[in-house]
């Protein structure tokens, strides 16, 4: 199978990791799919507009692309942060990061998986966070990503010999729409973050898509139940702290 006969599905897609992963995703020779809520401009491959949020919703878009042809491999990048500190998490707040950080990758792993196997291969590359190692006032966003890394391990070991790959890539803080919307330039959260970065710089999307593109790509073919951090030495400066 040629990379152009490859089909991979994108969440989160219209903008920010999600955004810069199509693009590199098409610079491979792949036909993209995307999932988002909003339009983008000048989308490089096919878009839905979709609510992740709403399982229903994502069901039916699930059922529509397949409709039209197999799927070989899928980015689950679609997420979302409600900060807050531990006594002012509302439980529907933790529910619905559970939800959307977790839920939508199992819908679009179940849909895809039969025709990867079907293939003899596949990819599935989770976007998680180096939150889940902890960070402050980001209690259902460290557990949400901590359960998809969780995930990526267990479906990495029963794909193992499908010739599916299951990996993950853990951005550290990365500027995007939703990092700037709770962490504003010049911001004591920014300020936060950047001093837990060796580098001292945010991540740009298109270094974390880089990623991304490696484990989706054939040169990745004996990588499976990894994960990735991409974060300037963050993860490195909290071990040795």
Known sequence: MTATLRRFLVTGASKGIGRASVERLVKLGYAVVGFARNVPQAFPGEFHAVDLADPKATQAALDRILA???????????????????GKIGLADLGAVLDLNVRPALQCAQAAVPSMRQAGWGRIVN???????????????????GALASLTRTWALELAKTGVTVNAVAPGPTETEMFRCNNPPGSPGEARYLAGVPMGRLAKPDEIAAAVAFLASEDASFVTGQTLNVDGGSSVGRAGA
């Open 127 to 145: 976007v998680t966070s180096i939150a889940s190692l902890g960070a402050q006032e980001r209690t259902s966003y460290s557990a949400a990503k």
């Open 68 to 86: 039209q042809g197999p799927l070989h491999g899928v980015i689950n990048n679609v997420g979302i942060v409600k900060p807050a500190p531990l």
